[in-house]
C-alpha cells in the first residue's frame, strides 16, 4: 500500500510513501502524517492512497507515523485545494496549509548548538560559509537554524551540515505541528456535604477559601479562574483533588467574547423587492442545484437582511451557510448582524485570532456545532460537511484576492465551490466588479436588484466641487484639503448633532518630504518610493517594508533645511479640520489604527456610539458600515487612484465614490456628498455623482474588450525578484523568450521594470500574458516554470491578479 503525501515548501506534487501495514487502517485521505524527506522528519497531508506504483520500490521511503485518527478534511475542500494548486500555480502541500489551521503543517524546529570542540576552534581557519557560521555560534552559543544561516549569510544549509559532521555543533529539533490545546482544566465539588468538606480541611485556611468560593458560586469553575478569584496556585487546587476535596476534569475552554458591532433593530418586514430576491435564492436551495447570483442593491437597501432571510431557510433544510466579508475590519458589523439572529450557531474565522481560538472554532464548525460562518477570504476553507450557501458580500473588493501564495480569489473561488457542491452562490454589493457583470451579460448568472432604501428616502444628494476654482490653502504648495462648500456643510452638519465620514486615500501626515533647497526626496534606503512623514510617532515610514528613520532637521543630500513635508494623509486631515472647527471630536480609522490592539474596536464603537463625531479614514471607512447618525459625507480628492498604471484604476476609483457615498443618509434624515476632484469630467467621477452604476459598467466593458482585457481575456502576471538586477532582469527576458513566439489569441506585455521598481533591497521584473482562454495561458505558464532560474532569484506567478503595481 501506498500513499501520495503533501508536503509543505518542498516539492509542487505529492510524494509517495510506502505504508507500514500496521498502519494501513489509519491510512486515509485527509490525515497527517509523518514522513522522511531528505535528512529530516516532516509532517504532511495524505491527499491519496493507492495498492500499486509505478516507481521503483527501492526508491520509495516509508510513512513513520500517522498523527490523527480521522480525516482533517471534508471530501469538498480536497478538491478546492486540488484546484487552488493547479489554477494559482501554487504546491499542492503550500495549499494545503493555507486551508487547514495555522501550525498543523509546520515544520520541526531546529536550534543548532556549539560544542565544545566548536568552541575550542578557530573560526577563521575553516574555509568559506563554514567559518562564518561557525563564528555566528561561537558568539550566541545556541541559535535556531534559520536565525543562524540568515545571520551568515548562508544560502543553504551545507556549511552547517559541515559543522555538525566535523563535531563543532550539533541539532536538536522539536515538534511545532500540534493542535492547541482543545480542553482545559476545572474543578467542582464533589457529592459530598460542604460541611464534611470544610471540617476535614480545618488547618488549611486556603483551602477553606476554595472550598467556601465554589460553594458560593454553586458551579464547576476554570482552574484558572479559582486561582484569580482565591489567590490560590494550581498546585493547591491539585492537591486538593488527590485529598479528594474537590474533582479535576477536563472541558472545553468558553468561548471568548467577541467584539460585535450590534444592529439596531431586528427583524422586519420585506419589501417586494426583497420578497422577490429571497424568493429566488430559496427556489435554487429547493432544487438543490448550482445557482449563481448577482444581488446589485444600492446602499442601504437590505441586502444584509436578504441573505440573512436565505440563511434562515438554509438552516431550516439542515444545512449550513457561509458569509464571507473583504476583510477583517468588516467582520464585526457583519458577525453582529448574524449573530443576533443566528445566535450560538454562528462561528467567526479569520486570521486575527489566536491559534488557539481559531483552532476551537474550527473545530465547532467540523463537528456541525456551529452552522453559519463569517469572515474574510480564508473563512472560505471552514470545514463544512453540508453547505448549502455562500454570501460573497461586497464582491468587489479587491481584498478578496490574496497577495501571497496561494493568491486565489476568494470571491472566484466561491463560485468554483458552490458549482462543485451544487448549491446557490449570492454575490452582493452595491457596485458590480466589471467580472461579476460579465457573467450576467453572458447568461452565466442570474441579475437581482434592489433599487430602493429599506429606511425610506433616496440615495444622497452629491455635490461635486471643481478644486481648481478653490483657493489655496496656507502651506499646502497650490492645493486645497477643505473646499469652501466642504467648510460650509461640515460646521452646519455637527452644529446639528450629526455625524461626518470624510475620505482621505493616504494615511499618515505626507507622503513626500522634498528638500525646497536642492529638490531632493528622502526615500527608503530598500524600496523605490518616497519615506511618509508620519506626525503622531514623530518619524519616517516605509509603507512597504516598514523601514522607519527619525525626521531629519536638514537634507541629508545637501544639508540644507527648507524641508517641506507635501501633500497630505489622515493626519494632516485630522489637524486642519481642528484648526477650523476646534472642539469637535474627531478619529482616523487607518491601518495604523487597526495595527493597535483594540484600536478598530475603540474607532467604531466610540464613532457607533456618538461621542466621535468626525471620522476620517482611508477606504476602510467605505466599506459596508452602517452609522445611521452620518448624513454627510466628504471625499477630500477623487483623484488619488487615476493616475495608477493599472487597467483597473478607474473601476476601483467609480467603486470607492459610490460606495463611501453610500455611508450618508441611511437614517430617517437625508444625507449629503460633497466630492471634491481636480477632474470632475472623468467618466468615473461624473458617473458615480450620479451613482449610475449600469452606464459605468458598459462604458468599462468597452474599454476592456477594445484592449483586449479581463474578463474578455485571462491574465497573468509573472514577476521575477532578485537583490542582483541584471539576474532579475535576464530571468525575466528568459520568461519571455520561453513563450516566444507567442501564438494566436496571447498578447505578451514586457518583460519590463514593474511601477514599484525595488522593494525590500529586491529589483523586479515583470511580464503580463493575455490568453483567450484558461487552457492557453496554463501552456504558457507550464513553459515558464519548467525554467531553472538561479537560487538568488525568485518567480512569482498571480493568475487573475487585481494589481498590476
Not at 464547576?220 to 491539585?238: K, M, Q
Not at 497630505?568 to 489637524?575: D, I, L, M, P, Q
Request: contains cysteine; hydrophobic residues 40%; positive net charge.
Amino acid at each position: 500500500m501506498y500513499a501520495k503525501v503533501a508536503i509543505p515548501k518542498s516539492a509542487p506534487n505529492a510524494l509517495t510513501y510506502s505504508v507500514p501495514v500496521e498502519l494501513e487502517g489509519f491510512t486515509v485521505p485527509g490525515v497527517r502524517v509523518r514522513v522522511p524527506l531528505r535528512n529530516k522528519t516532516v509532517t504532511g497531508v495524505v491527499v491519496e492512497v493507492e495498492s500499486t506504483t509505478e516507481l521503483e520500490s527501492k526508491t520509495i521511503r516509508s510513512l513513520i507515523e500517522v498523527v490523527d485518527p480521522e480525516p482533517l478534511l471534508p471530501p469538498h475542500l480536497f478538491f478546492l485545494a486540488d484546484f487552488v494548486a493547479s489554477y494559482y500555480r501554487c504546491p499542492l502541500g503550500d495549499t494545503l496549509a493555507t486551508i487547514l489551521p495555522a501550525g498543523l503543517l509546520r515544520a520541526d524546529g531546529e536550534v543548532a548548538r556549539l560544542t565544545p570542540a566548536g568552541a575550542a576552534t578557530d573560526s577563521e581557519s575553516l574555509p568559506g560559509k563554514r567559518g562564518t557560521v561557525l563564528s555566528e555560534l561561537q558568539a550566541a552559543i545556541k541559535l535556531r537554524v534559520p536565525t543562524l544561516l540568515a545571520r551568515a549569510g548562508a544560502t543553504g544549509r551545507g556549511p552547517l551540515d559541515a559543522l555538525v559532521e566535523s563535531g563543532f555543533a550539533t541539532i536538536s529539533t522539536s515538534r511545532r505541528d500540534r493542535s492547541p490545546e482543545a480542553e482545559v482544566a476545572a474543578v467542582k465539588l464533589p457529592d459530598v456535604p460542604i460541611e464534611q468538606l470544610l471540617e476535614r480541611c480545618q488547618r488549611a485556611p486556603r483551602r477553606r477559601e476554595v472550598l467556601d468560593w465554589l460553594a458560593e458560586q454553586g458551579r464547576p469553575a476554570l482552574v484558572a479562574e479559582v486561582c484569580a478569584e482565591v489567590g490560590c496556585s494550581p498546585s493547591t487546587l491539585r492537591a486538593m483533588d488527590a485529598a479528594g476535596l474537590l474533582l479535576r476534569f477536563k472541558q472545553p475552554p468558553p468561548r471568548r467574547q467577541r467584539w460585535v458591532l450590534k444592529p439596531a433593530g431586528g427583524r422586519h418586514v420585506l419589501t417586494d423587492e426583497q420578497q422577490e430576491v429571497v424568493g429566488a435564492v430559496g427556489g435554487a436551495l429547493a432544487e438543490n442545484k448550482y445557482a449563481p447570483f448577482l444581488l446589485e442593491g444600492i446602499t442601504g437597501s437590505g441586502k444584509t437582511e436578504v441573505y440573512l432571510r436565505c440563511l434562515e431557510e438554509v438552516l431550516a433544510r439542515g444545512r449550513s451557510g457561509l458569509v464571507l466579508v473583504p476583510e477583517i475590519g468588516l467582520t464585526p458589523a457583519a458577525s453582529g448582524a448574524v449573530e443576533r439572529r443566528f445566535g450560538s450557531q454562528t462561528a467567526v474565522l479569520h486570521s486575527a485570532l489566536s491559534e488557539g481560538d481559531r483552532w476551537r472554532e474550527w473545530r465547532r464548525i467540523r463537528e456541525g456545532r456551529a452552522r453559519v460562518v463569517v469572515g474574510p477570504r480564508s473563512a472560505l476553507f471552514a470545514p463544512f460537511e453540508n453547505l448549502g450557501l455562500i454570501v460573497v458580500d461586497e464582491e468587489h473588493d479587491a481584498a478578496y484576492k490574496q497577495q501571497e501564495a496561494p493568491r486565489y480569489n476568494a470571491r472566484d473561488l466561491s463560485l468554483v465551490t458552490a458549482q462543485h457542491l451544487g448549491i446557490p452562490v449570492v454575490l452582493s454589493t452595491a457596485t458590480p466588479s466589471v467580472e461579476a457583470s460579465a457573467l450576467v451579460e453572458r447568461g452565466l448568472a442570474g441579475h437581482l436588484r434592489l433599487t430602493r432604501r429599506v429606511a425610506g428616502g433616496t440615495l444622497p444628494e452629491v455635490e461635486l466641487v471643481d478644486l481648481r476654482g478653490e483657493p489655496p490653502e496656507p502651506g499646502e504648495q497650490g492645493r486645497t484639503l477643505f473646499s469652501r462648500r466642504l467648510r460650509e456643510l461640515l460646521g452646519e452638519t455637527v452644529d446639528r448633532g450629526e455625524q461626518v465620514i470624510l475620505l482621505m486615500q493616504r494615511r499618515g501626515w505626507a507622503p513626500i518630504l522634498l528638500c525646497r533647497d536642492c529638490g531632493h526626496r528622502i526615500q527608503c534606503p530598500s524600496c523605490s518610493v518616497s519615506l511618509v512623514v508620519h506626525q503622531r510617532s514623530g518619524d519616517l515610514r516605509c509603507h512597504y517594508c516598514d523601514h522607519r528613520a527619525s525626521n531629519p532637521k536638514s537634507c541629508p543630500s545637501c544639508a540644507g533645511d527648507l524641508l517641506d513635508a507635501v501633500g497630505a494623509g489622515t493626519e494632516k486631515v485630522a489637524h486642519h479640520l481642528e484648526q477650523f472647527l476646534p472642539g469637535v471630536k474627531s478619529a482616523i480609522l487607518d491601518r495604523d489604527t487597526v495595527r493597535r490592539r483594540s484600536g478598530l474596536q475603540d474607532t467604531l464603537g466610540a464613532f457607533a456610539a456618538g461621542t466621535v463625531q468626525v471620522l476620517i479614514g482611508t477606504q476602510m471607512v467605505a466599506k459596508g458600515h452602517h452609522f445611521p447618525n452620518v448624513t454627510l459625507t466628504g471625499v477630500i480628492s477623487a483623484d488619488a487612484m487615476l493616475g495608477l498604471p493599472d487597467f483597473r484604476a478607474s473601476e476601483r476609483t467609480f467603486q470607492l465614490l459610490t460606495q463611501v457615498a453610500g455611508r450618508s443618509g441611511r437614517g430617517q434624515r437625508p444625507g449629503r456628498v460633497v466630492i471634491q476632484t481636480y477632474y470632475p469630467d472623468h467618466p468615473s467621477v461624473r458617473l458615480a455623482c450620479h451613482h449610475d452604476v449600469t452606464t459605468f459598467l458598459s462604458e468599462e466593458l468597452v474599454f476592456r474588450r477594445s484592449f483586449g482585457y479581463p474578463p474578455v481575456t485571462r491574465l497573468a502576471l509573472v514577476r521575477f525578484e532578485a537583490a542582483n538586477e541584471r539576474l532579475c532582469r535576464e530571468a525575466a527576458e528568459a520568461a519571455a523568450k520561453a513563450v516566444s513566439p507567442v501564438p494566436e489569441r496571447v498578447r505578451l506585455r514586457g518583460p519590463a521594470p514593474a511601477p514599484l521598481e525595488r522593494i525590500r533591497n529586491h529589483w523586479r521584473w515583470q511580464l503580463l500574458l493575455t490568453a483567450a482562454n484558461r487552457e492557453l495561458l496554463r501552456e504558457l505558464l507550464e513553459k515558464i516554470e519548467g525554467l531553472a532560474l538561479p537560487k538568488s532569484v525568485r518567480r512569482i506567478i498571480d493568475v487573475d491578479p487585481t494589481s498590476t503595481l
